[in-house]
């Protein structure tokens, strides 16, 4: 499995002086810790006193409150930001010396002047910034390095005056790759076919350990494990009485990907946009659970709309934290000054995720079939497509012939009954249906009529037709409509669950 590593070695940074005049000005070696130092605290993320941010280039190079540039590149003279450090009025001299009765050195106002004279060149935050493989460094003991890094270890080392440490026995070794790659010690067979083979060609045992671990199905359950943290797993839905939640091919699926070395760029794709894949494998859409792995509030009276924001809210949150390593959630609030995004862009992002079709309800619909043998696993999305076109199909069949009738007759109740006991319902001169009494969520309703020929039934609401600031009540809704037909025997009968169809 190939493996990128990336390491910043801060021992071998080396800044030049501005005052040498051997190399350029560096912003973010030599600028940027200025202007955290003494400016972004007011001008800057939380605050931005003055309509003016040191946070980013666009605003250091407008106009302030004042309406004067705050830097204009290649000109110190006529920038406002050289003028206010050194000037002698207290009421124009930055930092404030009421804040900072020390100005800013002389040798560092020296620095701004040369930034701004070759051209006020900005740098991003260095978390953004490609890395690039420095020169390999020399080192005394020159036979200590196997491979490039090495050097960088061993130079370390010794300018620290240390030594490294004699290699590790194989029986160390195997212990420490079985536990990095499987999270488990290595058997007692596996150590002595080790030994046998370590006693043969060192280096060939080393390498055939390595591919045993490597193709072991542990290797995928100890890498998913560390994964499944960032996609903040859980059987449970997380809330109240944590009710059971079964998400686990998701996770079988994460396991999976690990063992057969999926590559990153479909792992990523899989997971965030499986489901609006043109063609999506059978697993495609367990992969896209990823973000179905938020909190749900099953605990009465909760507000769905405020916990379907905050499962949209969770998985930005999410989103930037596994695959950015960066705390986007920060932004949420207000600008930040340690992350160079903008609060705006928070919610333009949130915008990707606050379209979904979830919402805060313990049937975590939708969901998506997965069969109990992973090779009918195709077959079972197939069908499971069918019949969800199916009924758009019939559905949109009963919609288009229901909103085409034009003559409505009036239903007329012979008799009416209320569950449970607490209310009643009459119908009025009109043809309006009038509840009175206690009436609690899940009342029934139940009409009595005469058998009449029909092909549909339409349910007006009020106050649809209505004034509903005449209401005792803040409004009504009906959750479905169920007919029961009942034969002249009164003995055999049809009942039937109706489609609903909205319409405004």
């Given at each position: 499995?190939p ?96 804040h ?28 953004f910034?490609?890395?690039?493989m ?34 590790a ?7 420490r ?18 030994m ?13 350990a ?11 359950e ?25 998400i ?13 070395d ?43 709309e ?43 992002f ?43 199909e ?11 009738i ?5 239903f ?48 007006s ?44």
């Open positions: 499995m493996l990128t590593l990336r390491f910043i070695s801060l021992g071998f940074l080396t800044i030049t002086s501005a005052a040498s005049g051997a190399s350029p000005i560096s912003f973010n070696e030599q600028i940027r810790p200025l202007l955290t130092k003494n400016c972004t605290t007011c001008h800057g993320g939380v605050k931005k006193a003055g309509n003016v941010s040191f946070l980013y280039r666009d605003d250091v190079l407008g106009k302030g409150k004042s309406g004067r540039h705050v830097v204009i590149p290649g000109d110190p003279a006529k920038s406002e930001l050289i003028r206010r450090l050194k000037t002698d009025n207290p009421d124009d001299r930055m930092p404030p010396p009421d900072h009765p020390e100005a800013i050195p002389a040798k560092d106002i020296a620095l701004f002047e040369q930034w701004i004279a070759e051209g006020a060149e900005w740098g991003d935050h260095w978390a910034v490609k890395p690039t420095p020169g390999t460094p020399a080192v005394v003991k020159s036979s200590w390095p196997r491979q490039e890094f090495d050097h960088f270890i061993l130079a370390s080392l010794e300018q620290a005056g240390l030594t490294p440490s004699p290699p026995s194989p029986t160390a070794w195997l212990r790759i079985s536990l990095d790659l499987t999270g488990l010690p290595p058997t007692l067979e596996e150590h002595q076919a080790f046998t083979a370590v006693s043969a060609d060192h280096q060939k045992a080393r390498e055939s390595v591919d045993r671990l490597l193709a072991s199905p542990a290797y995928g100890h890498m998913a494990a560390m994964w499944l943290d960032l996609a903040r797993y859980s059987d449970t839905f997380g809330f109240e009485k944590d009710p059971h939640r079964n686990w091919p998701f996770r079988d699926w994460v396991i999976r990907s690990f063992n057969k999926l590559p990153f760029d479909q792992f990523t794709l899989k997971q965030l946009a499986g489901d609006l894949i043109e063609n999506p494998a059978p697993e495609d859409l367990i992969a896209s659970s990823f973000h179905r792995n938020t909190q749900n509030n099953t605990e009465g009276g909760t507000d769905d405020e916990y379907r924001m905050a499962a949209a809210m969770d998985r930005v949150s999410t989103t930037w934290t596994a695959w950015n390593g960066t705390t986007f959630a920060c932004i949420q609030c207000h600008s930040h000054p340690y992350e160079p995004i903008p609060h705006e862009d928070y919610y333009r949130l915008a990707f995720f606050n379209n979904s079709e979830d919402i805060d309800q313990n049937n975590d619909f939708p969901r998506t079939k997965v069969a109990n043998d992973p090779d009918l696993q195709a077959e079972s999305v197939m069908l499971e497509k069918q019949i969800r076109q199916t009924r758009k019939l559905n949109h069949q009963a919609r288009d012939r229901a909103l085409g034009k003559d409505w007759s009036l007329e109740a012979t008799s009416s009954a209320t569950t449970p006991d607490t209310g009643k319902v009459q119908q009025q001169e009109n043809g309006d249906f009038l509840s009175s009494g206690t009436n609690p969520t899940r009342a029934v309703f139940a009409l009595t009529a005469s058998a009449t020929p029909f092909s549909a039934l339409r349910l609401i009020l106050p649809l037709s209505d004034n509903p600031a005449e209401w005792d009540e803040q409004g009504a809704v009906a959750s479905r409509i169920e007919a029961t037909l009942i034969a002249p025997d009164a003995v055999s009968y049809t009942h039937l669950t109706l489609p609903t169809i909205y319409s405004v």
